[in-house]
Each structure stands twice: as C-alpha cells, then as structure tokens.
C-alpha cells in the first residue's frame, strides 16, 4: 500500500453538515464545535457568512465565530459567497476563507448566480482583500456534472490554475453530487497533481473508496463531515459528506495518522444525531470502528 504517513482533515460539518438541517441555535452549534475540538480536530469550516434568507441554518456566523473564540492549533475556517461575505469573515477573525467555484456553468449560476468567468473575477477579489488570510478555491462538480455530465479533466486543470494565479493558496476539488469514481479521481489528479484537497460525498456508495484512492494518489488533504451529514442545497440528489468517523476509522487500521480520537468523535457524530433530530448516516457512527487500537 502505497499511503501518506499522515492526513490532514478538514472537518465541515459545522458549515457543510448543518447548512440543509433545520436551523440549530448559536449555542447548539457551539456544543458541536466543542465535542470536535475535545476529539482533537484542528482544522474546522465553523460557519458560512451567507445571506440567512438563501441558507437559515447559517444566521448568526459572526457570532459562532465569537462564541467559539480562537483555541489555540486550531485553523478556523469560513465559507464565503461574495466580497460582502469576506468582509464579514475577516472582520470576525476568521482563520482561513473558503470559497466555491463550479467547473459546471449551470451549477454555478444555480449556486452563485454567476459565469464561471466572474466567479474567477470574484476570488480574485476576495484573495486580494483576504491578504495574509488565505484562501482556499473550492471546485465543485470536478469529477462530473449532474447537469453537463462529465467535464474534462483537462479543464479541471486549468481552473485550478486560474484560481492559484487569482491568488488561492489552496485549490479543493469536491465531488458535489458523488459522481467520482477512483477511475474518474485518478484521471483529474494526473493533471491537477496531488496538492489539492478532496470533498467527497456518499451519494453513490463511493466515498469512502475514494478517500482512500486519494491518499494512495498521494493526497493529504480531506474534507469530511461528522456524521456523513451535508449536501449541496442547490443540487438534487445531493447525499451527505464522506463522515469523518469513518476516514477516521479507515485511516486508523492503516496507520496513517490523523490526529483525531475516534471514540470522542464517535460521541460528536451521536450528539449531531441528538441535534438535528434524526439518524445520522455514519455506519462507524453506530456500529463502532473494528479496531479502537490506534
């Protein structure tokens, strides 16, 4: 086996996982963020400063950010739509900017009401006023789209690197609707290289078995969300986020390091379960990793 001695995880679930859920209050999604912190993750998406009229789950960023405050190792993340959205970021000390892109033209409009063009013309925006904050250009439907069907791996490539050029620190490709494949992930990685984030989703079964193509790729970095909660709001059929209990899990039995306890992140995935009031996908979520030696 061919796999990094260690991965960086990205959990989103307090952004990622919540942004479909019913809306939770500040204080509930602070006791999330803390059982996260208590399981040893280091790297949080802890909000989205969107308008609370599109996304009601996400009001109240600011003061999630606050609540929170700034443990120390601890990288804050937020997800921001526009110019505006940053503004509000910076000014509440967020760590590091996210931001979304679509390599398909009628995910973005639908997502962001904008051309792919102006979306680059925004991050660009938004890296120049972030400074010393970086940013991490999230790129959506990379592996296929639910409305163009596949789109080539070369044009992937490009994107990423019109997004480093506009200033990103950091280029992510997310499989929004579960349309990769360790095939499909294998074909864009040989041209994007394997400094890049993934966001996978569950929505076909495949997750799991991609985290696990990534990182013998030579990818280390992953976005996951306690629970397996998440999806886009803005693509049907849109299944939830690759659970960080299981790449846990998986990553434990193989001796790569993650950081991150298994048993103290079983119980956030259980207490997300309490909180948004019904079963959470997660299969370790419930059945327990087969190994609790690390």
């Given at each position: 086996m061919n796999l990094p001695p260690q991965?960086?995880?990205?959990?989103?679930?307090?952004?990622?996982g919540l942004?479909?859920?019913?809306?939770?209050?500040v204080d509930q999604r602070l006791?999330?963020?803390?059982?996260?912190?208590?399981?040893?993750?280091?790297?949080?998406?802890?909000?989205?400063f969107v308008s609370p009229k599109a996304v009601p789950a996400m009001a109240d960023a600011t003061a999630v950010v606050e609540g929170l405050g700034a443990p120390e190792g601890v990288v804050r993340a937020a997800l921001v739509p526009n110019l505006r959205g940053?503004?509000?970021?910076?000014?509440?000390?967020?760590d590091e900017v996210t931001v979304t892109i679509s390599a398909s033209a009628i995910y973005n409009d639908r997502?962001?009401?904008?051309?792919?063009d102006e979306s680059v013309e925004s991050i660009a925006a938004i890296c120049a006023l972030a400074g010393a904050v970086p940013v991490d250009a999230v790129i959506s439907c990379a592996f296929g789209?639910?409305?163009?069907?596949?789109?080539?791996?070369?044009?992937?490539?490009?994107l990423a690197e019109r997004l480093r050029a506009s200033g990103a620190a950091a280029v992510t490709l997310a499989d929004t609707t579960g349309m990769a494949t360790p095939r499909r992930l294998a074909d864009v990685l040989a041209l994007t290289g394997s400094a890049v984030g993934l966001h996978l989703h569950e929505t076909r079964g495949t997750g799991l078995l991609n985290v696990y193509a990534g990182m013998q790729a030579g990818v280390t970095r992953f976005d996951t969300s306690v629970g397996g909660l998440g999806g886009s709001p803005f693509a049907a059929g849109a299944a939830g986020n690759v659970a960080t209990e299981e790449v846990v899990a998986l990553c434990d039995d193989l001796g790569v390091h993650t950081g991150i306890g298994i048993d103290a992140l079983i119980e956030a995935a259980l207490l997300v379960e309490q909180l948004?009031?019904?079963?959470?996908?997660?299969?370790v979520a419930h059945a327990g990793p087969r190994s609790r030696r690390a």
């Open positions: 991965i960086t995880i990205r959990e989103v679930g307090a952004r990622d942004q479909a859920e019913a809306p939770l209050s006791e999330l963020l803390d059982a996260l912190l208590i399981a040893g993750v280091t790297h949080l998406e802890v909000a989205a940053a503004e509000l970021a910076l000014a509440a000390g967020i997502n962001v009401h904008m051309t792919i789209s639910p409305y163009e069907g596949d789109i080539s791996p070369a044009g992937i490539a490009l948004v009031g019904h079963p959470v996908p997660s299969r």
